[in-house]
């Protein structure tokens, strides 16, 4: 089974909406900065999450046609 983020990627790259895309992974690439930053709490699972995200949508970027900026 497809995973959440794949399903909407997939989506995104069929619309062929790059903006969308890069969108979602500034926002991602941001979460995972404010995760490792974090002090006190165990996030490496999240991390680990958040990064398989980004590898992902950049998947999904690749598919488009183009150079991917960011």
């Known amino acids: 089974m497809s995973s ?34 974090r002090t006190g709490f165990d996030c490496q699972l999240s991390i680990i999450q958040v990064e398989q995200d980004i590898a992902a949508i950049e998947a999904g970027l690749r598919t488009l046609s183009g150079p991917i900026s960011g």
């Open 4 to 37: 959440a983020i794949e399903l909407i990627v997939d989506g995104y790259a069929r619309l062929n909406d790059r903006e969308s895309l890069e969108d979602l992974r500034t926002h991602r690439r941001r979460l995972a900065i404010d995760l490792k930053a």
